[in-house]
């Protein structure tokens, strides 16, 4: 992970190098009763069938030999052992691993705080200020013993103030200064004072994509507010993500292929979808259109994807990050690429991928996003066992709050939820469904709501309250019955069937 905070207008970030969530067979889905509460899983718990991964045995698409990425597309992707084998993690070595890759020493947060400030162009008055706040924390982290909360509280003081004054510049609120502070202590933060301790992935990068400890106030420009969020993806296992408006491209020709195979790739026709996404790359190439073959390798990626191709998939996605400077492509490339080895229980990978979703989105401020990836991290570590878990929930509520998005704040309370109950805390767990409960109902989602009402009941027969758990059930059913999940209804009945049993 690396912090870069390239534009005042952005949130900061971890900066960027972690797919949909477990992939499920349709018909699966619809005659088994037990997999319908796992519906809402596939599409929030990737790490819910443990730490081994089996995938049947897959044969070549005759589609793949119809589009030929170039060998550079092929460089920097971490595959690792393809779906095709079994993957096996040993979680011990991961999760230290991934502390060391984490630990930030204090001194170098408080470097780049400083030059943060320099690079925005911080009025001396408001500077002097900032000073003060930061020169009670260097006597906390030169002490032997320093207040972690002292520090904690004057550098959030500190941020504050950068930030109002970037929200006066741009007239428009922002947080960025502080939303980087968050993300800093979502690490691990070494308090004791150590500039010789440079964590290389959390320096601070500026407008020049280079990490200088100097940079001139005269270089930095307020660059224009992105566009606005207009268009919403969703797929039924996959918490929509906000991207900006696609731009569809101006050549005619480019226009009408590029069209014209999304409409293939839409009615599940992947030859035809991929023979015209290569045409339309040659036409790209031919105009020098980098963002329309960012695009295109982009959608390769997903008909990859969905077909559970994913060696290629990671290739298409690897190479539209490359091409492009739409951090909204940069987004949804970078989370389908997390989700791919979320489901093949590849942690370091996935949270690398996680986090540079963080990054973009930030930059993009695409709030769902962020908050969808943090709850993913969340996931990690809740099946890792580390409570570390409920601070990436709680900043992923956070921020889905600032939203009115009620199917992903649903999303986050119900995964907050199961993570309770993992950690075999029922109190915390009912509290974080019944929250679920009540935005997938603002959400109209009554799929998702039978899911969590189903998941508060397992909770009272638990506690040895099935009186509690048949009301909560009949609940569920009402939901249940406004759908056609035949599925999800069988589920619910067979668990009151079998309260009345414990009943008699």
């Known amino acids: 992970m690396g912090l870069s905070l390239n534009n005042i207008y952005q949130r900061p970030y971890v900066n960027p190098d972690g797919r949909r969530i477990n992939r499920r067979d349709e018909e699966e889905e619809k005659s088994s009763a037990a997999n319908a509460r796992r519906e809402e899983e596939a599409g929030q718990n990737s790490k819910s069938k443990g730490l081994q991964y089996v995938e049947p045995q897959q044969k070549t698409p005759v589609y793949e030999k119809k589009f030929n990425l170039p060998p550079t597309a092929y460089n920097n992707v971490n595959i690792n052992k393809p779906r095709t084998n079994t993957t096996e993690i040993n979680t011990q070595s991961s999760l230290e691993q991934k502390r060391l890759d984490s630990k930030i020493n204090i001194a170098q947060i408080l470097k780049d705080f400083k030059n943060t400030a320099i690079a925005i162009g911080t009025p001396a008055e408001m500077e002097e200020e900032i000073n003060g706040y930061l020169d009670l924390i260097n006597k906390q982290v030169n002490k032997e013993n320093p207040n972690e909360k002292l520090v904690k509280s004057n550098l959030k003081n500190a941020a504050s103030i950068l930030d109002n004054h970037i929200s006066t510049t741009l007239k428009k609120e922002s947080k960025v200064v502080e939303n980087w502070v968050d993300t800093l202590f979502l690490q691990k933060i070494d308090f004791h004072y150590d500039e010789n301790d440079v964590n290389e992935r959390f320096l601070v990068k500026f407008p020049d994509g280079t990490t200088s400890q100097t940079a001139p106030r005269e270089d930095v420009q307020v660059v224009s507010e992105p566009e606005a969020v207009s268009v919403t993806e969703q797929t039924p296992n996959v918490i929509p993500i906000s991207v900006a408006t696609v731009n569809i491209p101006q050549d005619k020709q480019l226009k009408s292929m590029f069209i014209q195979a999304k409409k293939y790739a839409y009615a599940k026709d992947p030859e035809n979808a991929i023979r015209l996404f290569e045409k339309a790359l040659n036409r790209a190439n031919e105009l020098d259109d980098t963002e329309t073959s960012s695009k295109i390798y982009y959608e390769v990626g997903k008909i990859y994807d969905d077909h559970d191709y994913i060696v290629q998939a990671l290739k298409s996605y690897n190479q539209s990050i490359k091409l492009t400077t739409d951090e909204n492509v940069k987004t949804k490339a ?110 109209e989602s009554p799929v998702k709501t039978a899911q969590n009402y189903i998941a508060a009941a397992d909770i009272m027969v638990e506690f040895n309250n099935p009186a509690k758990a048949q009301k909560l059930l009949q609940k569920a059913q009402k939901y249940a019955r406004q759908t056609d999940n035949i599925s999800l209804m069988n589920e619910i009945n067979t668990k009151l069937r079998q309260l009345k049993q414990l009943e008699s």
């Open 334 to 443: 970078h989370y389908s690429m997390a989700q791919i080895y979320d489901d093949v229980n590849q942690i370091n990978p996935a949270l690398d991928h996680y986090v540079s979703t963080i990054s973009h989105a930030g930059e993009a401020e695409n709030l769902p996003a962020q908050s969808a990836s943090l709850t993913k991290i969340g996931n990690i570590y809740s099946d890792m066992y580390e409570k570390e878990a409920f601070d990436y929930y709680e900043t992923a509520q956070d921020i889905a709050n600032e939203t009115k998005n009620y199917n992903l704040r649903g999303f986050v309370a119900s995964n907050t939820g199961k993570a309770y109950v993992k950690f075999e805390e029922p109190k915390e767990a009912l509290n974080a469904f019944s929250s679920a409960v009540k935005d997938y109902t603002k959400a």
